[in-house]
């Protein structure tokens, strides 16, 4: 419990410096779980080649950018788009080691383009980098880990997983050392963890999330790890005999983040029913036709029934895009918090700490979420939600919201 209150007031003190620091450092911030036309559709990483070289791996879907004819001299029917990139990178003291801005200039003839930035980064560094990118009025923010501390971290490989923590089903695992000339790796197979509870249960606070492990596999490149179904829905760990390396990830269906199936449609209804409302749900021979009925008992109105479960269920497919870890994104807190009660108006950042504030910041009834990076295991870690009873009459009245 002193832990727990430690952190506590580390969050309030991270609060109070958020509110009195410049505007401009939560600039990107805010865009981070931005959806919609306004984002870029992008993927960002990181790989290091040596003991002071790194690489930024930048790739643009360019379908959404806005292209214009930035040169009319030129007799050309071709159009362009310019992409504003700037890069700061932070040690796990949030102190800035260094910052790169870079202009480009996309034809508008290809669908995806990308590009690697070379990056001097030491040897030991650990820490993370802060992407924005701005094209016209679209935009794209993320925070990257990196771990140039040690040699087994997941920047130190090359393999064929989507957002460092996906792999679909029927896809076979491809992973391979930059450097090191590794044999064999040892899978071991966990049950995603319990979805996320409500903010105010908080004896979650003095517990660790713990996982339950299923199986151990050992694979190699005549011997590899194909995803399948028996393998669906589980969180896979990868180490070398009994060394952990920075790698995990999930495997999900090939059509995640989306959902596909009416039985999918049930579990995060969770977050807005009572437990016999729930149970009433998971119980039903026809999900599809007990979560619209559902919706329409509760609004009334069939085409704002309809609205508002587009709503929700858009909200589970951003929640799986910005928050998948050790489980599909839906079911971790910052998911839970983001289905109910959406995009936050200002989110702060450091190594340690996420900090989103529904609001304004000087208004009297704003609400802070507190989420912390918390370790698992030697090479797994998830954010999670500091919870306070102080959360319950606002979080019922944000539950409702969906009711009506």
């Avoid at 007031?9 to 990107?28: P, V």
């Avoid at 999930?250 to 437990?275: A, D, G, H, N």
């Avoid at 700490?353 to 507190?370: A, C, F, N, P, Q």
């Avoid at 306070?388 to 919201?401: C, G």
């Amino acid at each position: 419990m002193k832990k727990n209150l430690i952190l506590f007031f580390i969050c309030l003190l991270l609060l109070y410096s958020c509110k009195t620091s410049n505007i401009s450092s939560s600039f990107a911030f805010k865009e981070i779980y931005q959806s919609g036309s306004n984002s870029i559709n992008a993927n960002v990483s990181f790989s290091h080649v040596n003991d002071s070289t790194s690489f930024f791996y930048l790739q643009l879907d360019t379908t959404n950018l806005h292209f214009t004819n930035t040169n009319t001299s030129l007799n050309t029917i071709n159009e362009y788009a310019n992409i504003e990139c700037k890069i700061e990178i932070f040690d796990t003291l949030d102190k800035i080691l260094t910052y790169k801005n870079f202009n480009f200039e996309i034809i508008d003839t290809i669908n995806s383009w990308d590009t690697l930035i070379k990056l001097k980064i030491n040897n030991d560094f650990k820490g993370y980098c802060k992407v924005y990118l701005r094209s016209n009025n679209n935009s794209f923010a993320k925070f990257i880990d990196i771990d140039k501390s040690n040699l087994y971290s997941n920047e130190w490989f090359q393999t064929n997983l989507k957002n460092n923590h996906l792999l679909f089903s029927g896809d076979t695992l491809e992973i391979k050392h930059l450097i090191k000339n590794i044999d064999s790796f040892k899978c071991i197979v966990y049950k995603f963890p319990p979805i996320a509870a409500p903010p105010f249960a908080v004896e979650l606070n003095n517990k660790n999330i713990e996982l339950s492990k299923i199986k151990e596999l050992q694979i190699s490149a005549t011997k590899p790890l194909v995803a399948n179904m028996d393998l669906i829905n589980t969180l896979v760990s990868i180490n070398i005999d009994t060394t952990p390396t920075g790698i995990y990830f999930i495997i999900v269906p090939e059509y995640f983040p989306e959902i596909k199936y009416q039985e999918e449609l049930i579990p995060p209804m969770r977050y807005i029913t009572s437990e016999t409302e729930f149970n009433k749900l998971k119980n039903s021979n026809n999900p599809k036709k007990a979560v619209d009925s559902f919706w329409l008992a509760q609004i009334g109105d069939i085409q704002r029934a309809t609205e508002i479960i587009k709503k929700y269920y858009l909200r589970v497919i951003n929640a799986n895009r910005y928050f998948t870890d050790i489980q599909p994104g839906w079911q971790t807190d910052r998911g839970l918090v983001y289905i109910v009660q959406g995009q936050p108006n200002y989110i702060y950042r450091t190594y340690n700490t996420e900090v989103w504030l529904y609001g304004s910041r000087d208004e009297m009834y704003s609400k802070s979420y507190y989420f912390y990076r918390t370790k698992i295991s030697n090479n797994i870690f998830t954010w999670k939600l500091f919870r306070s009873l102080d959360y319950k009459p606002f979080w019922f009245h944000n539950v409702n919201l969906w009711r009506k």
